[in-house]
């Protein structure tokens, strides 16, 4: 179930009802008061505003009773969730006022001039002298948007903003969205070039697959600044995290696991591209029409590429075929394909990663009497496996060591300084994964970031710290 957050600003009079019936009808719908605040007081009448949660498919039925009550006068009713979006939820904030006109001489003209024939004479200097040393660009289509699908550009705006917003608050990151009015490869690789000069790095986020692929690896050959598509890279970067410390608790290695991964699209790919870098030797990728196997032709270029690496399993089947056995189930797919009894035929002491949104592969009352350790993408259950855990810290060491690209290596260091922040007195089956809200996430990946861009050649710059 989902749950909203009401304000329902309503007049009581008190002749003909009292609070005690609005109350009555809220919770018989299965709502949940958390507050009520006197607007207006009065003898006759008064004016309060009700603050309940309530599960999406109820909400209109309790307004509806509420408005059908004697006594009772609807004035308003806000959705918390709006709220917060009303105007938008990002804003650009100078870092300096500008009070007389010797201020102003030094930020524009004539004093900008200066500064603008500096960068002209050494382009470098943009990363000490503009925003580029710090920025990013939030870049979608709205043709993947997590759980809506392809809802267009204006559509998707609020979750890119929701993306700038986390980008500055966990990793002082500036980041800004872009949501681009077009679903041409070509169009969107020659647009994003076209206002590169002035981020320091690109976010590519929710353009469907298989364009992600070629719009991604294009503009990272392209470009001299990181590209990153998070819902890929993202996404594997955790799951892996999360699956380092599942086998801690289960004791097993990486190498001697048998891993089946469920859903081969964007995230799936690139979490089977980094299962195979961590050392996992027994890997079977299953999408609708069954298991990717070794040695086998497919149209699709990512499927191609892992139907080549050993690796692979060589024997074809179905999900239920596949998952017989294994040590390791990660779903990237729909809800609903799996049940308890497929769970156990899995090996001793399994690991489920069910991240199908919003309703996971396998339900998890369903799975967790029968599993060791179990993770899903939402936050109503332990081992959230999200994103947010990532490209924060990503970036920020990206940008501070101004890689050139974002590699496999520096994408491995961020997964294991995820999965090193939960010592080792705190792992256990419901914590192999630290809170989104952790302040030593961001730093410690950006940390590892920059050493492994370093090792890697692909720093441009050595930050202080690791002279």
Known sequence: MSYNSLIVRLELNHARASFGDVASVISAAGGDITSIDVIRPGQETSVRDITFHIDDSQESQVIDSLKAMDGIRIVNVSDRTFLVHLGGKISIQPNLPVKNRDELSRVYTPGVARVCTAIHEQ???????????????????????????????????????????????????????????????????????????????????????????EIETRLAEELDIPVFHDDQHGTAVVVVAGLINALKVVGKRMEEIRVVVNGIGAAGVSICKMLLASGVRELVPVDRDGVIVRGGTYPHPMWQWLAEQPQVQAEPGTLQDAIRGADVFIGVSRGGLLNADHIQTMAPDRIVFAMANPKPEIEPQEALPHVRVFATGRSDYPNQINN????????????????????????????????????????????????????????????????????????????????
């Open 123 to 213: 382009p470098d200097k943009a990363y000490s002298l503009t925003i580029k040393r710090n920025t990013v660009a939030v870049v979608s289509d709205g043709t993947a948007v997590l759980g809506l699908g392809d809802i267009g550009p204006h559509a998707a705006a609020p979750v890119m903003e929701g993306k700038a917003m986390l980008f500055k608050q966990l990793a002082n990151v500036d980041a800004f969205p872009i949501c681009l009015d077009t679903t041409d490869t070509e169009e969107i690789i020659r647009t994003v070039k076209a206002i590169s000069p002035i981020f320091g790095g690109i976010n590519l986020e929710d353009i469907s697959s298989p364009r992600c692929f």
């Open 388 to 467: 947010v855990l990532a490209f924060p810290g990503i970036f920020r060491g990206a940008l501070d060591c101004r890689a050139r690209r974002i590699n496999e290596p520096m994408k491995l260091a961020a997964a294991r300084a995820i999965a090193a922040v939960v010592s080792a007195s705190e792992l256990e089956e419901q914590y192999i994964i630290p809170s989104i809200f952790n302040d030593q996430v961001a730093s410690k990946v950006a940390h590892a970031v920059i050493e492994a861009a370093i090792l890697t050649g692909t720093a441009r710059r050595t930050p202080p710290d690791f002279r």
